[in-house]
């Protein structure tokens, strides 16, 4: 119990603490401090999870397994490294007048309630809650991706919450039929929106009824994912977002959006069974990662690049998540963690040379490793790490997907996966290396982001570089669980 | 609560739920904002109604709080806060379509019967005894779609707002019908939701006014691939 | 009184009843716009004068008329006048419910339609012309939106027989609340103000080139050719009030032929057409006249009305 007041109140605290200071080191102290907790609390769940398999509070309302653990570390780790990434980015905008204090002060507000809300939704049992949490980050970024006050950043933000709120209502629609068709069977009826009581009962729910639902369900949170064809929102959300807010979304709003569905993909797979769930998940991993193949093929803006990629990783986890072995479980959860410091690395990264050449623009951006040496470096390596080579992490997710879709007989989708991977790699670097190498078109005044922050996203790299080569054996046994509990 | 007889609720609840579709269809064959944000909140009035039946008749009070909430906020609140966001942007107040409004009619008669037919197999399938008011399900399925279906057809900011508020009536109606409504505090933390979500687009439409002089989101069209 | 004697007795009485009250009935609309205006208006009895004089006066014919225009009048007064036998005003059934069910009634509207129209191109005047095409046009949506308002109460009652659909909704008067039958109402009430040419559809008071439909068709008429045709669209708008008032709420019809009864029956139908008359009034005064091109989307509505109600008793059941 105390844990789940650790996670959801420090955030919270955090929340209250930035709405009543503006001081900006106050500001700044504060979101790393609360975003911090968080990830340690994280680590402690976890810990606790692993003795106890899973924790419940007292009437049940929140819950925590293996799998909701493992997540959290993830989402919660990735707010740490944003928090801190933020400090550097908004002095250097506020140096160039791009952002004065109330701004700031926003920032850092939204930033807490953010990470609030993805807690809200990793820690529910109840799927009404789960609902609720979805719909409030959609909410608390929506000024976020706004930011500048643009025109394209509030179109882009529009899209973003019309789109999104869209999405997750006819999600609503998913969860009332869940809950009618457990009403006759789940004992207590308030506990009838219980996830945990759910599961309990799932080979009664009737299969009919939660086919439907989970179709409905699989729109609305896809949408929050980015999922193709409801992905639209994602490349103008995260093209006008600041670089950390793109970072967090691609890292943690995405694994949580992830982790709903996974939930629903659990009960239902238990419930009806058949591969129905599965099949709907192969289908639409395989239509993101073959949607994002052409947009990333004729790109001109770099963040937008990285915001089909995510569309893209979306896919590989969805489609791995269908192929529904152990192995290919294994293979989505490393790559859930992969492709989350990978998409930071790389959006940071894209920031960083955003803020040097003041254009998102690639054709504009060449010789990045004559003009900022460090985050050049940084983003051709992490280009080759995102597009799947070894020795890095993602190489070897991708790998144990690919030879798990080959087992378990599914030939053409694993080999239309690797079709589809190989043309993003190229387009990737095609694009990558035009920027990083050659000449500056013309003298390039901006500067490198402070060492502080080149040296947290050298870290990040070496995180990816490590995974690629071996894997921790907590870090195994952590995902082992969440592969049980995915297992069902 | 025996004060009433049953079978006078029940046809209340279907004289209510018919006056929630015949709404939302009016809304589609409407041109003026104004006239939006008053069946809007005409049907959230009735939908408060149809709450309140299934209290009186069913006994089911939890869902006493969420019929005042839908009253207060959806029928009063928030047309109240569309009707001065209107009035201070001053916007053109017809709306254009990208499908006139005959055609429309008759996409939405079409929407009702793929609705029927969709309600039908969901109670068809359930194993249970359905609950009373559930014939009133094929209601708001059709209003989600009409929700849908206005959000993707009508052009200004605003009535996408409507449209996104139908489809959320559509699915609170639903809810209602099939289960009775959600346990009473997940139905609060929707509405807060909802409200902020709304305020949230109301800013929006505020900025979008600001920054492109017009409402209509034909002129978003900037961000492309 | 069950006999031939009654059914002639009955009938002839249903007849008179409409013939003589369609003048009153327009003459309380006009009164009731004339005070929505602040005027005095005339006397509600004034279409009864108007009716007299018109057929007094003499008749000019356009030399380039054929022998339709001569007919015309006469076939329009007489198709109305026979609905008026089949319509239940006061007792349901009318005697004579065996010529025809409410398909008739409506191919009989149609048949008058058909003539006017026809009237309107004949005497070759450009305004004649526009008045029938626009009556066509406009028509096309009206029918169906009318046939089916009319066949949710008919599929309500099991029978397309307006006498059996009348009694079998008064003998089970819950079924009046029912939302279908709610719908269908509004329905057949748009449909009505559009049938019988009034705000916004058309202006039965103006003769502007515009946008006047009705009045279009008619212009070439005069004396008592005019005064017919003028009659029988005002037997049309009671005709249209009875379904309406009769078909949805049948509270207090005769259902027997005791003298009683059909005093009871008269009574409650003038209440309820006045009560219908003066809403049209009001709708008349509280909207202005739609644009032509918008007069279909209105219809349109109706249609859909008419549509849903149609679902929602298949959805929601009787």
């Given at each position: 119990?105390?844990?789940?007041?650790?996670?959801?109140?420090?955030?919270?605290?955090?929340?209250?603490?930035?709405?009543?200071?503006?001081?900006r080191?106050?500001?700044?102290?504060?979101?790393?401090?609360?975003?911090?907790l968080t990830?340690?609390?994280?680590?402690?769940?976890?810990?606790?999870?692993?003795q106890?398999?899973?924790?419940?509070?007292?009437?049940?309302?929140?819950?925590?397994?293996?799998?909701?653990?493992?997540?959290?570390?993830?989402?919660?780790?990735s707010a740490?490294?944003?928090?801190?990434?933020?400090?550097?980015?908004?002095?250097?905008?506020?140096?160039?007048?791009?952002?004065?204090?109330p701004?700031?002060?926003?920032?850092?507000?939204?930033?807490?309630?953010?990470?609030?809300?993805?807690?809200?939704?990793?820690?529910s049992?109840?799927?009404?809650?789960?609902?609720?949490?979805?719909?409030?980050?959609?909410?608390?970024?929506?000024?976020?991706?706004?930011?500048?006050?643009?025109?394209?950043?509030?179109?882009?933000?529009?899209?973003?919450?019309?789109i999104?709120?869209?999405?997750?209502t006819?999600?609503?629609?998913?969860?009332?039929?869940?809950?009618?068709?457990?009403?006759?069977v789940?004992?207590?009826?308030?506990?009838?929106?219980?996830?945990?009581?759910?599961?309990?009962v799932?080979?009664?729910?009737?299969?009919?009824v939660?086919?439907?639902?989970?179709?409905?369900?699989l729109?609305?949170?896809?949408?929050k994912?980015?999922?193709?064809?409801?992905?639209?929102?994602?490349?103008?959300?995260?093209?006008?977002?600041?670089?950390?807010?793109?970072?967090?979304?691609?890292?943690?709003?995405?694994?949580?959006?992830?982790?709903?569905?996974?939930?629903?993909?659990?009960?239902?797979?238990?419930a009806?069974?058949g591969?129905?769930?599965?099949?709907?998940?192969?289908?639409?991993?395989?239509?993101?990662?073959?949607?994002?193949?052409?947009?990333i093929?004729?790109?001109?803006?770099?963040?937008?690049?990285?915001?089909?990629?995510?569309?893209?990783?979306?896919?590989?986890?969805?489609?791995a998540?269908?192929?529904?072995?152990p192995?290919?479980?294994?293979?989505?959860?490393?790559?859930?963690?992969?492709?989350?410091?990978?998409?930071?690395?790389?959006?940071?990264?894209?920031?960083?040379?955003?803020?040097?050449?003041?254009?998102?623009?690639?054709?504009k951006?060449?010789?990045?490793?004559?003009?900022?040496?460090?985050?050049?470096?940084?983003l051709?390596?992490?280009?080759?790490?995102?597009?799947?080579?070894p020795?890095?992490?993602?190489?070897?997710?991708e790998?144990?997907?690919?030879?798990?879709?080959?087992?378990?007989?599914?030939?053409?989708?694993?080999?239309?996966f690797?079709?589809?991977?190989?043309?993003?790699?190229?387009?990737?670097?095609?694009?990558?290396?035009?920027?990083?190498?050659?000449?500056?078109?013309?003298?390039?005044?901006?500067?490198?982001?402070?060492?502080?922050?080149?040296?947290?996203?050298?870290?990040?790299?070496?995180?990816?570089?490590?995974?690629?080569?071996?894997?921790?054996?907590?870090l195994?046994?952590?995902?082992?669980?969440?592969v049980?509990?995915?297992k069902? | 609560?025996?004060?009433?007889?049953?079978?006078?609720?029940?046809l209340?609840?279907?004289?209510?739920?018919?006056?929630?579709?015949?709404?939302?269809?009016?809304?589609?064959?409407?041109?003026?904002?104004?006239?939006?944000?008053?069946?809007?909140?005409?049907?959230?009035?009735?939908?408060?109604?149809?709450a309140?039946?299934?209290?009186?008749?069913?006994?089911?009070?939890h869902?006493?709080i969420?019929?005042?909430?839908?009253?207060?906020?959806?029928?009063?609140?928030?047309?109240?806060?569309?009707?001065?966001?209107?009035?201070?942007?001053?916007?053109r107040?017809?709306?254009?379509?990208?499908?006139?409004?005959?055609?429309?009619?008759?996409?939405?008669?079409?929407?009702?019967?793929?609705?029927?037919?969709?309600?039908?197999?969901?109670?068809?399938?359930?194993?249970?005894?359905?609950?009373?008011?559930?014939r009133?399900?094929?209601?708001?399925?059709?209003?989600?779609?009409?929700?849908?279906?206005?959000?993707?057809?009508?052009?200004?900011?605003?009535?996408?707002?409507?449209?996104?508020?139908?489809?959320?009536?559509?699915?609170?109606?639903?809810?209602l019908?099939?289960?009775?409504?959600?346990?009473?505090?997940?139905?609060?933390?929707?509405?807060?939701?909802?409200?902020?979500a709304?305020?949230?687009?109301?800013?929006?439409?505020f900025?979008?006014?600001?920054?492109?002089?017009?409402?209509?989101?034909?002129?978003?069209?900037?961000?492309?691939? | 009184m069950?006999?031939?004697?009654?059914?002639?007795?009955?009938?002839?009485?249903?007849?008179?009843?409409?013939?003589?009250?369609a003048?009153?009935?327009?003459?309380?609309?006009?009164?009731?716009?004339?005070?929505?205006?602040?005027r005095?208006?005339?006397?509600?009895?004034?279409?009864?004068?108007?009716?007299?004089?018109?057929?007094?006066?003499?008749?000019?014919?356009s030399?380039?008329?054929?022998?339709?225009?001569?007919?015309?009048?006469?076939?329009?007064?007489?198709?109305?006048?026979?609905?008026?036998?089949?319509?239940p005003t006061?007792?349901?059934?009318?005697?004579?419910?065996?010529?025809?069910?409410?398909i008739?009634?409506?191919?009989?509207?149609?048949?008058?339609?058909?003539?006017?129209?026809?009237?309107?191109?004949d005497?070759?005047?450009?305004?004649g012309?526009?008045?029938?095409?626009?009556?066509?046009?406009?028509?096309s949506?009206?029918?169906?939106?009318?046939?089916?308002?009319?066949?949710?109460?008919?599929?309500?009652?099991?029978?397309?027989?307006?006498?059996?659909?009348?009694?079998?909704?008064?003998?089970?008067?819950?079924?009046?609340?029912?939302?279908?039958?709610?719908?269908?109402?509004?329905?057949?009430?748009?449909?009505?103000?559009?049938?019988?040419?009034?705000?916004?559809?058309?202006?039965?008071?103006?003769?502007?080139?515009?946008?006047?439909?009705?009045?279009?068709?008619?212009?070439?008429?005069?004396?008592?050719?005019?005064?017919?045709?003028?009659?029988?669209?005002?037997?049309?708008?009671?005709?249209?009030?009875?379904?309406?008032?009769?078909?949805?709420f049948?509270?207090?019809?005769?259902?027997?032929?005791?003298?009683?009864?059909?005093?009871?029956?008269?009574?409650?139908?003038?209440?309820?057409?006045?009560?219908?008359?003066?809403?049209v009034?009001?709708?008349?005064?509280t909207?202005?006249?739609?644009?032509?091109?918008?007069?279909?989307?209105?219809?349109?509505?109706?249609?859909?009305?008419?549509?849903?109600?149609?679902i929602?008793?298949?959805?929601?059941?009787?």
């Amino acid at each position: 119990m105390i844990l789940f007041s650790l996670l959801l109140g420090t955030p919270i605290a955090g929340s209250i603490l930035c709405a009543l200071f503006h001081k900006r080191r106050v500001l700044e102290i504060i979101t790393v401090t609360s975003s911090g907790l968080t990830f340690l609390s994280a680590f402690w769940l976890a810990a606790k999870v692993m003795q106890e398999t899973t924790l419940h509070s007292p009437q049940g309302w929140w819950y925590a397994d293996g799998l909701s653990a493992y997540i959290i570390i993830i989402v919660s780790g990735s707010a740490f490294v944003v928090a801190l990434y933020s400090i550097g980015y908004l002095r250097r905008q506020i140096y160039k007048r791009k952002v004065d204090a109330p701004k700031l002060w926003l920032y850092y507000l939204l930033l807490n309630i953010f990470l609030f809300t993805m807690m809200l939704v990793l820690l529910s049992n109840n799927l009404g809650f789960l609902w609720i949490g979805s719909e409030a980050t959609t909410l608390a970024t929506a000024f976020l991706v706004a930011f500048y006050e643009r025109e394209s950043s509030i179109e882009a933000a529009w899209k973003y919450v019309v789109i999104c709120s869209v999405g997750i209502t006819l999600a609503l629609f998913g969860i009332i039929l869940t809950y009618f068709s457990a009403l006759h069977v789940v004992p207590a009826s308030g506990n009838a929106l219980h996830w945990s009581s759910l599961m309990l009962v799932a080979k009664e729910l009737d299969p009919a009824v939660l086919k439907l639902a989970f179709i409905f369900i699989l729109i609305g949170f896809g949408t929050k994912a980015g999922l193709a064809p409801m992905h639209t929102w994602k490349p103008d959300a995260y093209g006008e977002a600041p670089a950390p807010i793109s970072a967090l979304m691609a890292a943690g709003l995405v694994n949580v959006a992830l982790y709903s569905l996974m939930r629903f993909y659990i009960l239902v797979d238990k419930a009806v069974g058949g591969g129905f769930a599965s099949t709907l998940f192969i289908i639409f991993g395989l239509m993101s990662m073959g949607v994002a193949v052409p947009f990333i093929l004729l790109q001109r803006d770099f963040k937008r690049l990285l915001a089909y990629s995510s569309v893209e990783h979306v896919g590989i986890i969805v489609f791995a998540l269908g192929i529904g072995t152990p192995l290919a479980y294994f293979g989505a959860l490393l790559h859930l963690l992969n492709n989350a410091i990978a998409k930071i690395l790389l959006f940071l990264t894209a920031g960083n040379v955003r803020m040097a050449y003041g254009s998102r623009i690639m054709h504009k951006v060449t010789g990045a490793i004559k003009v900022i040496p460090a985050s050049a470096t940084l983003l051709i390596v992490g280009v080759f790490a995102i597009t799947g080579w070894p020795p890095f992490g993602i190489f070897v997710s991708e790998f144990t997907i690919v030879s798990a879709g080959f087992t378990s007989g599914n030939i053409v989708p694993a080999i239309l996966f690797i079709g589809f991977i190989t043309t993003i790699f190229v387009g990737f670097i095609y694009y990558t290396s035009r920027m990083v190498l050659g000449e500056p078109h013309r003298p390039v005044k901006g500067s490198d982001a402070d060492s502080a922050s080149l040296l947290l996203l050298g870290l990040l790299l070496g995180a990816l570089l490590m995974l690629g080569v071996f894997i921790p054996s907590q870090l195994q046994q952590c995902i082992q669980n969440a592969v049980n509990v995915l297992k069902g | 609560m025996g004060i009433i007889h049953l079978s006078t609720i029940g046809l209340l609840i279907d004289i209510f739920a018919a006056a929630i579709l015949v709404t939302a269809v009016l809304i589609v064959s409407s041109r003026s904002l104004v006239f939006y944000i008053r069946l809007f909140a005409l049907q959230s009035f009735f939908l408060g109604a149809v709450a309140l039946l299934v209290v009186l008749g069913y006994g089911e009070t939890h869902i006493l709080i969420a019929a005042f909430l839908t009253i207060a906020v959806k029928a009063i609140a928030l047309p109240m806060v569309l009707t001065r966001v209107i009035e201070r942007i001053q916007v053109r107040k017809e709306i254009e379509f990208s499908i006139n409004i005959t055609a429309s009619l008759l996409l939405c008669a079409g929407m009702v019967i793929l609705s029927d037919s969709v309600a039908q197999s969901i109670l068809s399938s359930q194993r249970g005894e359905a609950p009373a008011v559930s014939r009133v399900l094929s209601v708001s399925i059709a209003m989600m779609l009409i929700g849908l279906f206005i959000m993707m057809t009508r052009k200004k900011a605003l009535t996408q707002i409507i449209g996104l508020l139908t489809m959320e009536n559509g699915v609170f109606l639903s809810g209602l019908s099939i289960t009775y409504g959600m346990p009473l505090i997940v139905e609060v933390g929707i509405f807060f939701d909802i409200m902020i979500a709304v305020l949230i687009l109301g800013v929006f439409v505020f900025r979008i006014n600001k920054t492109f002089e017009t409402i209509s989101i034909d002129s978003l069209r900037n961000l492309r691939h | 009184m069950n006999n031939v004697f009654g059914v002639i007795v009955i009938s002839s009485f249903q007849l008179l009843l409409v013939l003589a009250s369609a003048p009153l009935i327009s003459g309380i609309i006009k009164k009731t716009k004339a005070r929505f205006q602040r005027r005095r208006g005339a006397s509600v009895v004034q279409p009864y004068f108007d009716l007299a004089k018109l057929l007094r006066k003499e008749v000019v014919v356009s030399p380039v008329a054929s022998w339709l225009f001569r007919i015309t009048p006469y076939l329009v007064f007489a198709s109305t006048l026979v609905i008026a036998l089949l319509v239940p005003t006061v007792v349901t059934p009318v005697p004579l419910h065996w010529i025809g069910d409410i398909i008739t009634v409506i191919y009989l509207f149609a048949l008058g339609r058909f003539f006017v129209a026809l009237v309107g191109l004949d005497t070759g005047s450009a305004f004649g012309g526009l008045g029938s095409s626009r009556e066509m046009s406009v028509a096309s949506i009206i029918e169906p939106a009318m046939m089916l308002a009319i066949f949710t109460a008919a599929v309500t009652a099991g029978s397309t027989n307006l006498s059996i659909i009348v009694a079998r909704l008064s003998s089970t008067p819950v079924a009046m609340l029912n939302p279908a039958h709610l719908l269908a109402f509004s329905g057949l009430f748009i449909v009505t103000i559009a049938e019988t040419g009034r705000v916004p559809v058309d202006n039965p008071a103006t003769h502007l080139e515009l946008t006047m439909i009705h009045e279009a068709m008619i212009l070439e008429y005069s004396g008592r050719y005019l005064a017919l045709i003028e009659w029988a669209s005002q037997m049309k708008l009671v005709v249209f009030l009875a379904l309406l008032s009769n078909m949805f709420f049948p509270v207090g019809i005769a259902t027997t032929w005791s003298p009683w009864a059909l005093l009871v029956g008269s009574a409650a139908f003038f209440c309820k057409i006045i009560v219908l008359a003066v809403i049209v009034a009001v709708v008349e005064s509280t909207n202005a006249k739609l644009r032509l091109f918008r007069v279909p989307e209105f219809l349109m509505v109706a249609f859909i009305l008419s549509f849903l109600a149609l679902i929602l008793f298949f959805i929601i059941g009787a």
